[in-house]
């Protein structure tokens, strides 16, 4: 089959599940297989496609047809301007974290750092990559988030200033204090779960998106034990949930923090809150 075809095959068998994005979904998931980008694809329609490539497109088409997230298929995720590893078992980063980056570039250089629930380490080493003299710890009680941290830690060569600690919050970590701690912990609250979109509930990890019955678990914990670990003048940054704005600001006023700050994501939702202790 030649480009065009497989382009053809892949938008008529998303269309029935992804109506407004069969179209872009399926030059993602060819151009992944080909190796090449969306423009390659749109100028070399008549190109013949190998047997091998076209049963893997084929794969990547059956497989998102299940739901499972592109980023889960492709083993890709865009974050600012960087590109990182992800795998099935490990929470997708979104855009709007990219608020909680976008809002620290604003701030003075930290030099020493820690991304707490981590994920797939892309908070922290996107962190890193802007900030070349900083020192980032990536902390999360999950292997299988470590083992991916560490790819994307390998990935941009930045062994000498990120490290992973496997920690339950902050458990593992002695003798340690920061300038800077960020986290994007599970918010959702844990009946709402079942509500997600497909793509999430049944295939991302529960364990990173489960907040507890009111969703505020994870946030009591770190803003009541983030104050021993950091520095003086020290900064706490979170993303929040679109509805727990106030929520999180009366947790930190009555923990004592200061100069609290919030701000919102792309879709005007409040997303970020930044606090000083």
Do not use: W
């Not at 497989?63 to 995720?77: E, F, G, L, M, W």
């Not at 490290?163 to 003798?175: E, G, M, Q, Y």
């Not at 900064?235 to 923990?255: P, R, S, T, Y």
């Amino acid at each position: 089959m030649v480009i065009s075809e497989l382009l053809n095959y892949g938008q008529k068998a998303l269309a029935d599940i992804y109506i407004d994005a069969n179209i872009i979904e399926t030059y993602i998931l060819l151009a992944d297989v080909l190796k090449k980008n969306r423009t390659y694809l749109l100028t070399h329609k008549n190109q013949k496609v190998s047997i091998e490539n076209e049963y893997k497109f084929k794969e990547y088409i059956v497989n998102r047809k299940k739901n499972i997230p592109i980023a889960y298929i492709t083993h890709k995720v865009f974050f600012m301007e960087f590109e990182f590893y992800i795998e099935s078992g490990v929470l997708i980063p979104r855009g709007d974290s990219e608020i909680l980056i976008e809002q620290l570039l604003k701030l003075k250089d930290k030099s020493k750092v820690l991304d707490l629930c981590c994920g797939s380490g892309v908070l922290g080493i996107t962190y890193a990559l802007y900030f070349k003299n900083s020192i980032i710890d990536l902390v999360d009680i999950s292997d299988q988030c470590i083992e991916v941290s560490t790819k994307n830690i390998d990935k941009y060569h930045l062994t000498n200033r990120v490290k992973t600690i496997r920690s339950d919050l902050f458990s593992n970590i002695v003798n340690t204090k920061y300038d800077l701690i960020i986290s994007n912990p599970p918010y959702i609250m844990e009946n709402e779960i079942e509500n997600l979109d497909k793509d999430v509930k049944n295939y991302e990890p529960h364990i990173a998106l489960n907040g507890g019955e009111d969703g505020l678990y994870f946030y009591r914990e770190i803003i009541s034990n983030a104050k021993s670990y950091l520095n003086k003048l020290g900064v706490l940054a979170l993303e929040i949930g679109f509805n727990q704005k106030e929520d999180v600001i009366n947790l930190l006023i009555f923990e004592g923090y200061t100069n609290i700050k919030t701000f919102k994501d792309y879709n005007k939702n409040d997303r970020v809150i930044i606090a000083n202790i």
